[in-house]
């Protein structure tokens, strides 16, 4: 079973004002017209905006025409949960949790729009099995390890978790060659000795680590941020830091700079990488840094394959004990416009695979 958990109300966005609004995977051709009204936002040049609008609207009339559009509920099974809509305060996240995963589905996949959610999660399930091991395969660009002094949305709830005993091992799969040794080296010390880190590519090392993730008795949680997938390649548009990201909060930019950014997103989001994106305004600038890391939806399914067969050696599956119940693990940084279904189409892959191994 799928359960879209709702939004943590305190979270604030970097980018998108009322992003748990914007994500609509039921019906996918409405994302459409979603995008075409939201250029408009609070810019204070109505008629450059038009132009805009008009721009590419044109292109999204060819995106439209060139892909089949799939308005098919997207749910996996009878009996998933839709709460994406709704707002919860993080007080009360964790008793939620605690009511949701003890459904009468045996096994649960989360999704939501942020990984802030994983926290609460977690520590649900380890108060409902205070007894149990608990480690995590996180497939992500970045490693969400940094120091717990910093606010709770700062990249720290896989820290927080270690600190807290929640969980014993972090391997996080995905992060770019380029970035390991600096995500090591910001990693705070006392729990270096905790965490793994791997690129995209399933090897031998990659198994030694998952090995060692597992240990002899952990339940695996798998935590999945797709900012580390294909984003421009694959036309994933419905994902925290894609480069489409950006188009949501059109008047966050300067009018300077508004068109550049915009055709920046669409030439790197929609279109095949061809030439070197822009770095834009500060703000946005970590839009800039994925998107081309090389993970694909294969390489998700190899290394949660790898996982499976060690964990199956032993007896084990999976997921996360709760009563007699199974949390398999969550997808989180999920909202946006899907164009063309593409995210949508990613997130069915990966549940599936996670769901029905």
Not at 38 to 52: F, Q
Not at 107 to 127: E, F, I
Not at 152 to 170: A, Y
Request: charged letters at 25%.
């Amino acid at each position: 079973m799928l359960i879209y958990l709702p939004h943590i109300l305190e979270e604030q966005y970097p980018y998108v004002r009322q992003k748990q609004k914007l994500f609509s995977p039921e019906n996918v051709s409405t994302n459409l017209e979603l995008f075409r009204g939201c250029l408009g936002v609070s810019d204070p040049e109505p008629l450059y905006v038009l132009a805009l609008a008009e721009e590419y609207d044109i292109y999204l009339d060819e995106v439209a025409q060139s892909f089949w559009i799939n308005d098919d509920p997207w749910w996996l099974g009878a009996g998933s949960t839709d709460l994406s809509r709704e707002s919860v305060p993080i007080g009360d996240y964790e008793s939620l949790i605690g009511e949701l995963v003890s459904s009468d589905h045996q096994n649960t996949l989360l999704l939501s729009d942020t990984h802030t959610s994983t926290g609460p999660t977690l520590r649900r399930c380890k108060k409902m099995n205070p007894k149990r091991s608990y480690s995590v395969l996180c497939i992500d660009a970045h490693a969400d390890i940094y120091s717990t002094a910093e606010p709770l949305w700062r990249g720290n709830v896989f820290s927080r978790l270690i600190e807290e005993e929640v969980i014993s091992r972090l391997f996080v799969f995905g992060v770019p060659q380029y970035r390991i040794d600096n995500v090591l080296s910001s990693t705070p010390e006392h729990i270096r000795d905790r965490v793994a880190f791997a690129d995209h590519r399933v090897n031998g090392e990659t198994r030694q680590k998952l090995e060692w993730l597992c240990g002899e008795e952990d339940e695996i949680f798998v935590s999945i941020d797709p900012d580390g997938l294909n984003t421009r390649q694959d036309v994933y548009t419905a994902m925290e830091y894609c480069p489409f990201q950006i188009l949501l909060d059109i008047g966050s930019v300067s009018l300077a700079n508004n068109h550049s950014v915009v055709a920046d997103a669409f030439e790197h989001a929609i279109r095949p990488p061809g030439q070197p994106m822009s770095t834009g305004e500060q703000t946005h600038k970590n839009l800039y840094l994925v998107g081309e890391e090389g993970l694909s939806i294969s390489d998700v399914q190899s290394v949660l394959d790898e996982t499976t067969s060690i964990l199956s050696s032993s007896g084990r599956t999976l997921g996360v004990s709760v009563g007699d119940k199974r949390l398999v693990g969550d997808i989180v940084e999920l909202f946006g416009i899907d164009l063309c279904g593409r995210t949508t189409a990613a997130v069915r892959a990966i549940s599936g695979a996670l769901l029905h191994p």
